[in-house]
């Protein structure tokens, strides 16, 4: 092949990568506005793409959730590390909260992340957990366990599934940054050890009211 052709191949390859991710982000930045429903053409259009080269690279809806779920994964992941590597020498109750913290901070910046999470995980459940975030969730569960803070039952999914669907609700509410306090008391006294069995009826009677 004659040398003249390789730096036209490698400015091809360049655009198509510098055109996938500038999908990416487009669909991102809608479905975050929008809802996961955003039509490909639409996403195309606001990346700047021809429809034509949407579908060069996602041949249908299924590719590109499972592309941002991976994507979305990945950054809340880092994310997670990054607080927890932040935190070390803090007590197990305050590196709880970093991690609820962190989540629902992720979620509120990205409200479609529960949603990719969820459809994500149905159409890829191959997916694994980075083994460092696997390895300290369990570090941490340990040492809250130990300290009475969570059930013997919660898991690393726990952690990560109880404060995203917090953070995907308040995305959805008015007035969100004042009920985050409440809302991740509420779900750190229900991931705690319980000394009794089921509600009393007056419990029940009381969280059935307006």
Do not use: W
């Not at 991976?70 to 991690?99: C, E, M, P, Y």
């Amino acid at each position: 092949m004659p040398q003249t052709d390789r730096p036209r191949q490698r400015a091809v390859r360049e655009d198509h990568i510098r055109n996938h991710e500038k999908l990416l982000d487009a669909a991102v930045e809608l479905f975050d506005k929008q809802g996961v429903d955003v039509p490909l053409k639409e996403i195309g259009a606001h990346a700047n793409v021809s429809q034509a080269s949407v579908f060069r690279h996602f041949a249908n809806r299924e590719q590109l959730i499972i592309e941002l779920y991976d994507r979305s994964s990945t950054d809340l992941t880092n994310r997670l590390l990054a607080a927890i590597a932040g935190t070390r020498d803090a007590t197990a109750a305050h590196r709880l909260d970093v991690v609820f913290t962190t989540v629902v901070d992720t979620v509120t910046d990205h409200p479609s992340y529960g949603r990719l999470a969820a459809l994500g995980a149905t159409l890829n459940p191959d997916r694994t957990t980075e083994p460092a975030l696997v390895e300290e969730l369990h570090q941490l569960i340990g040492d809250a366990q130990h300290a009475g803070l969570l059930a013997s039952d919660v898991t690393g999914f726990d952690l990560i599934v109880s404060p995203m669907l917090v953070g995907s609700m308040l995305t959805q509410s008015a007035g969100a940054a004042e009920m985050v306090p409440r809302m991740m008391t509420i779900m750190r006294r229900g991931l705690t050890p319980q000394t009794t069995g089921t509600p009393s009826a007056s419990c029940a009677s009381t969280i059935s009211e307006p």
